[in-house]
């Protein structure tokens, strides 16, 4: 991104706002999400970090003649507020003072608020339509993006390889994951499913790609007819040698520009076309109606059917999870050594250098492609900011009297993971005892759980909760997220959460469990782990581990762990010892070994004063 000084945002909004007015604009609404509006975009698709300097992963403006009103929600709260200049953007929560709502106050009669309706969602585009509608204002899609118009060093779009999953990593070819999909259309009498989230798209087709960081998937769009016909648009300059010919018959490839042509093209009266409300441009379901066919709106079966792991899938993330823990092993065995040392030579480790370090652990690893998203490697009170990102140049020291977190992730050949752990080295800070006791339990709450098939996320969040709330404690994240199979860290549709999540949690789903507690200024804590969702004898569903990483247990307050959380770390750590010792050697060796002792005979010292 270019600088994002106060005088370099200040001169983008007079051009913005000079655009605007040439326009006929009065506000113009300006999401996070590119055109597949998903969580990581390319430097091409950040236009609300351009307007605004912010550049979390999840957030919206809106630019009026004489405010800027950036919405996002509690991840981020303190990274907007050092992010973003005083007195020019103003901030907001996205969900406690939604932006459809903030409009709603602001909009006069006559206003004409201007959205891009590619980048847009039906299901925003509905809530502001109703917010404009009840103050006398006019939604209006713009011709072009006014942001792309004012952005003269705007970064070209990616062009990353694109490159066959082989099928042996995929467990079923693409034509039988169409079979099952046109099956899905005919039962629910759909003529056109049109799918624009790139890693429904990468599944279904067995590729992957390289368009955006740390999401090993083409930007591209697709097309399927009830009658077998697919389209596939994206750009074939970017596809490895000898792609083209291993794709099915079925399969046309068209440029990525020609999407909206051709979705015209295929539209006719009363056919009824099926496409997500939440991730699909609404430039999608108003071509729809206005070519006198039937808006589906409903979520893309491609989503469900990506989100149950076939056999083959599960089997490669199960082994990439235990490539993953020898390196977080390797990790946290430098870690928990350097810490002390480094800082009594006046030397201390910094942020930016653990994240390093961790990513180096991980390429010597069979299978390891790159991380799967940026690490978050925090010390002290950055460690309360839950996406907080550590500066190369000037991140703080981990030293013996600070706490430590780190939340990473690696994309494999055979899949993707994701963990967490928080670390201390010396003195804790007041109250931290008995918040990581908490958290620790929170996991192990859900962990345990045994649930009826039916169950969805919202119902079992607060099972998580209770140890916490039992504190009066709590934390501004969900509980847990879907994984993808070397695709997005954050796979939908699955997830735990307070909010309403209706979708069934099924058998072959990839989940993460991540309780936590953020003393802002002082700490963060966070424990993650990721299970796959099996069926027990009983046709009940349980959460199997596929993180095999030592949990600090120095930190706990033994009285208040019931004999079953004892029993479960115990059982815990001597499964990942027996299943991470044979690729240990010398003082990592020696460290696990440690890391993994049972609490009754004494627990592991990872804390080395205090």
Same mark, same amino acid.
């Given at each position: 991104m270019p600088e994002t000084t106060r005088a370099a945002i200040a001169g983008r909004l007079t051009d913005l706002r000079a655009e605007m007015s040439t326009r006929g604009l009065n506000a113009l609404i300006v999401p996070r999400f590119d055109a597949h509006q998903g969580e990581y975009v390319a430097p091409h698709d950040m236009r609300l970090a351009f307007v605004t300097g912010f550049t979390g992963s999840a957030g919206v403006a809106i630019v009026t003649g004489d405010s800027v009103r950036l919405f996002v929600d509690g991840r981020y709260t303190v990274q907007a507020q050092n992010q973003c200049p005083a007195g020019l953007i103003d901030r907001d929560h996205l969900f406690e003072n939604p932006p459809e709502v $903030? @409009? &709603? /106050? =602001? +909009?006069? %009669? /006559? $206003?004409s608020v201007g959205y891009d309706a590619m980048l847009l969602p039906p299901a925003w585009v509905a809530r502001f339509e109703a917010a +404009?509608? /009840? =103050? &006398? +204002?006019?939604l209006t899609p713009v011709d072009g993006n006014p942001v792309d118009a004012v952005w003269h060093d705007q970064p070209s779009e990616p062009a990353g390889l694109i490159s066959a999953f082989p099928l042996q990593f995929a467990g079923v070819s693409p034509t039988d994951k169409r079979a099952e999909l046109i099956k899905t259309m005919e039962e629910g009498g759909i003529d056109l499913l049109v799918d624009t989230q790139p890693d429904n798209i990468s599944w279904l087709l067995n590729v992957r790609g390289g368009d955006v960081a740390f999401n090993p998937m083409p930007l591209s769009f697709f097309l399927l007819e009830r009658e077998g016909e697919g389209h596939w648009f994206v750009n074939a300059a970017n596809f490895e040698d000898g792609l083209k010919d291993t794709l099915p018959g079925w399969l046309t490839v068209h440029p990525k520009d020609a999407f909206l042509k051709v979705l015209n093209d295929k539209l006719r009266t009363g056919a009824r076309v099926l496409a997500d409300p939440d991730f699909s441009p609404a430039a999608v379901s108003q071509a729809v109606i206005a070519a006198g066919a039937e808006p589906v709106a409903r979520r893309s079966p491609v989503t469900l059917a990506k989100a149950h792991k076939n056999a083959a899938e599960l089997e490669g993330i199960r082994a990439c999870h235990l490539q993953d823990a020898v390196a977080w092993v390797?990790? *946290? +065995? $430098? @870690?928990?050594?350097? =810490?002390? #040392?480094? !800082? #009594? !030579? &006046?030397? %201390? =480790? *910094?942020?930016?250098?653990a994240e390093e370090k961790i990513l180096e652990c991980r390429k010597g690893r069979p299978g390891f492609l790159s991380e799967s998203f940026r690490t978050i490697s925090c010390a002290g009170g950055n460690a309360a900011m839950c996406h907080y990102a550590a500066d190369p140049k000037a991140s703080a020291p981990v030293l013996p009297s600070t706490c430590y977190l780190m939340d990473s992730g690696g994309q494999y050949e055979t899949g993707t993971t994701d963990a967490t752990r928080s670390y201390t080295f010396g003195t804790l800070p007041e109250g931290y005892r008995e918040a990581y006791t908490a958290v620790f339990r929170a996991l192990i709450a859900l962990a345990t759980l045994r649930f009826p098939k039916g169950t969805q996320g919202h119902h079992i969040d607060a099972i998580c909760r209770r140890p916490l709330w039992d504190l009066g404690l709590d934390y501004d994240h969900g509980t847990g997220h879907g994984i993808g199979h070397r695709l997005s860290v954050h796979e939908q549709p699955q997830r735990i959460g307070k909010p309403q999540s209706p979708v069934d949690l099924a058998c072959g789903m990839v989940m993460s469990i991540e309780p936590g507690h953020y003393k802002a200024g002082h700490y963060g804590i966070r424990i993650e782990n990721l299970f796959e969702i099996v069926e027990a004898k009983d046709g009940f569903l349980e959460f199997a581990n596929l993180t095999w990483i030592p949990i600090q247990t120095d930190a706990l307050l033994l009285t208040q762990l019931t004999a079953a959380e004892t029993t479960w770390v115990d059982r815990y750590h001597a499964e990942v010892e027996a299943l991470l010792e044979p690729y240990c050697v010398g003082e990592t060796a020696d460290w696990l070994h440690d890391a993994c002792k049972p609490l009754a005979s004494g627990r592991a010292t990872w804390r080395k004063v205090g």
């Amino acid at each position: 991104m270019p600088e994002t000084t106060r005088a370099a945002i200040a001169g983008r909004l007079t051009d913005l706002r000079a655009e605007m007015s040439t326009r006929g604009l009065n506000a113009l609404i300006v999401p996070r999400f590119d055109a597949h509006q998903g969580e990581y975009v390319a430097p091409h698709d950040m236009r609300l970090a351009f307007v605004t300097g912010f550049t979390g992963s999840a957030g919206v403006a809106i630019v009026t003649g004489d405010s800027v009103r950036l919405f996002v929600d509690g991840r981020y709260t303190v990274q907007a507020q050092n992010q973003c200049p005083a007195g020019l953007i103003d901030r907001d929560h996205l969900f406690e003072n939604p932006p459809e709502v $903030w @409009l &709603g /106050g =602001v +909009a006069e %009669p /006559g $206003w004409s608020v201007g959205y891009d309706a590619m980048l847009l969602p039906p299901a925003w585009v509905a809530r502001f339509e109703a917010a +404009a509608d /009840g =103050v &006398g +204002a006019e939604l209006t899609p713009v011709d072009g993006n006014p942001v792309d118009a004012v952005w003269h060093d705007q970064p070209s779009e990616p062009a990353g390889l694109i490159s066959a999953f082989p099928l042996q990593f995929a467990g079923v070819s693409p034509t039988d994951k169409r079979a099952e999909l046109i099956k899905t259309m005919e039962e629910g009498g759909i003529d056109l499913l049109v799918d624009t989230q790139p890693d429904n798209i990468s599944w279904l087709l067995n590729v992957r790609g390289g368009d955006v960081a740390f999401n090993p998937m083409p930007l591209s769009f697709f097309l399927l007819e009830r009658e077998g016909e697919g389209h596939w648009f994206v750009n074939a300059a970017n596809f490895e040698d000898g792609l083209k010919d291993t794709l099915p018959g079925w399969l046309t490839v068209h440029p990525k520009d020609a999407f909206l042509k051709v979705l015209n093209d295929k539209l006719r009266t009363g056919a009824r076309v099926l496409a997500d409300p939440d991730f699909s441009p609404a430039a999608v379901s108003q071509a729809v109606i206005a070519a006198g066919a039937e808006p589906v709106a409903r979520r893309s079966p491609v989503t469900l059917a990506k989100a149950h792991k076939n056999a083959a899938e599960l089997e490669g993330i199960r082994a990439c999870h235990l490539q993953d823990a020898v390196a977080w092993v390797e990790f *946290s +065995a $430098w @870690l928990q050594e350097t =810490v002390p #040392a480094r !800082a #009594a !030579a &006046g030397d %201390p =480790v *910094s942020e930016y250098e653990a994240e390093e370090k961790i990513l180096e652990c991980r390429k010597g690893r069979p299978g390891f492609l790159s991380e799967s998203f940026r690490t978050i490697s925090c010390a002290g009170g950055n460690a309360a900011m839950c996406h907080y990102a550590a500066d190369p140049k000037a991140s703080a020291p981990v030293l013996p009297s600070t706490c430590y977190l780190m939340d990473s992730g690696g994309q494999y050949e055979t899949g993707t993971t994701d963990a967490t752990r928080s670390y201390t080295f010396g003195t804790l800070p007041e109250g931290y005892r008995e918040a990581y006791t908490a958290v620790f339990r929170a996991l192990i709450a859900l962990a345990t759980l045994r649930f009826p098939k039916g169950t969805q996320g919202h119902h079992i969040d607060a099972i998580c909760r209770r140890p916490l709330w039992d504190l009066g404690l709590d934390y501004d994240h969900g509980t847990g997220h879907g994984i993808g199979h070397r695709l997005s860290v954050h796979e939908q549709p699955q997830r735990i959460g307070k909010p309403q999540s209706p979708v069934d949690l099924a058998c072959g789903m990839v989940m993460s469990i991540e309780p936590g507690h953020y003393k802002a200024g002082h700490y963060g804590i966070r424990i993650e782990n990721l299970f796959e969702i099996v069926e027990a004898k009983d046709g009940f569903l349980e959460f199997a581990n596929l993180t095999w990483i030592p949990i600090q247990t120095d930190a706990l307050l033994l009285t208040q762990l019931t004999a079953a959380e004892t029993t479960w770390v115990d059982r815990y750590h001597a499964e990942v010892e027996a299943l991470l010792e044979p690729y240990c050697v010398g003082e990592t060796a020696d460290w696990l070994h440690d890391a993994c002792k049972p609490l009754a005979s004494g627990r592991a010292t990872w804390r080395k004063v205090g």
